[in-house]
Each structure stands twice: as structure tokens, then as C-alpha cells.
């Protein structure tokens, strides 16, 4: 694949803040409102309106977690789904070396032990004729407690009883997505794979909400546009795509 652009570059101005609402809007607020060009990366030490999928807030414990969002210029070449797995097989790269073996609850959750460790929201906007995706990433990383709203969550300090630099596992991550990033342009079929390696329910049948029916079903590939092909356990394989299905955790 012919390279455009690098894809890494976004990392070439990184700004922290010790609070914002979402840095996801941050940065959708600087393309639309300042004539932002450029690509770039936002910290927040706490977030206090972070956003997941479908209107879901992401809690945010004051510098306990680390919550930050990265935007990437798309062309032709690049869908959002490719960015979606980008960022998840990161996390779960980083994940192991810290000695956790995480999974992919698809689309873009990070599990551990059926619960919810990490998490990634991908937008998109256009502004003056180019197209950006915005990418926010959320880990839990020194949380002791969760809010009793999201018992199905949990820590980086809470699976190993360690504390964590929260610094040191945001360093890991940007180097880990930018070798993801190259290895992408070089070759976008190894990407496809290591995500269909993470993906929970890949290798064995789970439970699912499939159109608001609890079935049990096992993923069998990976569409370019993100849908899944399933078998349903003691019937029949279906195509389907995020709104379709929620894969249920216990």
C-alpha cells in the first residue's frame, strides 16, 4: 500500500489538561471552531462528561484511569473500522505486557474476567472538504472502586493489587499505536487478524442480545466494514453489525 501520509503524526503535538468535559469534543471543537489543520493528541487527568458508545458516559476517576482522545485525517484508503481496530489490539498489546490477557468484547470494549477494563469511541467529522476520526481511549488503571451504576468493571490495580504510573502506560500505549499504525500501512490483513484473534466469542460460543433475543452465538470472521459473521449455536450463520448485537458479559 502506497503510504499518503503517515498515520502517526497525530502523536507529534500531545497537550494535557487536568480537567475537561470530554476530550473527544475538545478536539471536535477545534476543527469545527479554530480552523484546526493538523492532527493531534489530547490528555485529560479526569474527564467529567466522557462519552462511550451510544450515549453511555465513561466514569472518570481524578488521575486514576487514563482517559485521552487522538485524532487521524481519513482518505480513501482508511475506514473507521481500520482505526477501531488500530486501537483496540493497542490496548490489548499493552494489556499483556503488563502481564493481563485481555479481550475484544466487539466492537471497541477491552475486557478482563468478564469485565470491562477499557473502552474506545470513534467519530468522525468533516470540516472544509477533509474528514477527520476523532479516537478516545479510557483504561482503568488505579481505580479501587466503581460507581455502583457499572458493577461490571474493573482495574489494572484491582486484577494485579499493583499501582501503576499512569504516565509510564500512556507512553506504552502511543508507542504500541504507532507501531500499529506502520505495521497497518504495510500490511492491513495482519491487522484484521490479531483483531479477530482478541475478539471475545471467537474462539468459543458466549452470550449475546442478538435484535433484543439472548442467544448464544460464536463470531466466525471479520467483514472490511466491521460487521461479524456468526453462528448461531443450533441454527444458522447471520451477518451482523454493532446495532445488531451486544455481547453480554455475564
Known amino acids: 500500500m502506497r503510504q499518503l501520509y ?34 493531534l493528541t489530547v490528555i485529560a487527568k479526569q474527564q467529567i462528561k466522557g462519552r462511550g ?8 476517576d481524578s488521575e486514576k484511569g487514563l482517559t485521552f482522545s487522538f485524532s487521524v485525517q481519513l482518505n480513501s ?3 473507521l473500522f481500520d482505526i477501531n481496530m488500530i486501537a483496540t489490539i493497542s490496548i490489548v498489546h499493552v494489556l499483556k505486557v503488563l502481564n493481563i490477557s485481555a479481550s475484544i468484547k466487539y466492537p471497541n470494549d477491552i475486557v478482563y474476567n468478564n469485565k470491562k477494563i477499557s473502552g474506545v469511541l470513534i ?5 472544509d472538504g477533509d474528514s477527520y476520526c476523532i479516537v478516545g481511549l479510557g483504561i482503568n488503571i488505579n481505580n479501587v472502586i466503581f460507581p455502583k451504576q457499572i458493577p461490571d468493571s474493573t482495574s489494572l490495580y484491582q486484577i494485579t493489587k499493583n499501582m501503576f504510573n ?15 499504525m506502520n505495521v497497518y500501512l504495510k500490511n492491513k490483513m ?11 466469542g471467537a474462539h468459543h460460543y458466549v452470550s449475546c442480545l442478538l ?13 472490511k466494514n466491521g460487521f461479524l459473521s456468526i453462528s448461531i449455536k443450533d441454527s444458522v450463520v447471520s451477518t451482523v453489525n454493532a446495532k445488531d448485537i451486544k455481547f453480554l458479559l455475564s
Open 6 to 39: 503517515p498515520l502517526d503524526n497525530c502523536f507529534n503535538f500531545i497537550t494535557c489538561f487536568e480537567q475537561l468535559p470530554s476530550t473527544n469534543d475538545y478536539i471536535i471543537g477545534l476543527y469545527k471552531n479554530s480552523g484546526l489543520k493538523n492532527t
Open 53 to 60: 458508545r451510544m450515549g453511555k458516559l465513561w466514569f472518570s
Open 77 to 79: 484508503k482508511i475506514n
Open 123 to 127: 467519530e468522525s467529522i468533516k470540516v
Open 166 to 180: 499512569v504516565e509510564d502506560v500512556f507512553q506504552l500505549l502511543v508507542e504500541r499505536l504507532q507501531k500499529m
Open 190 to 200: 495482519s491487522i484484521k487478524k490479531s483483531y479477530f484473534s482478541a475478539l471475545w
Open 211 to 223: 435484535n433484543n433475543e439472548k442467544v448464544s452465538v460464536k463470531i466466525l470472521s471479520v467483514t
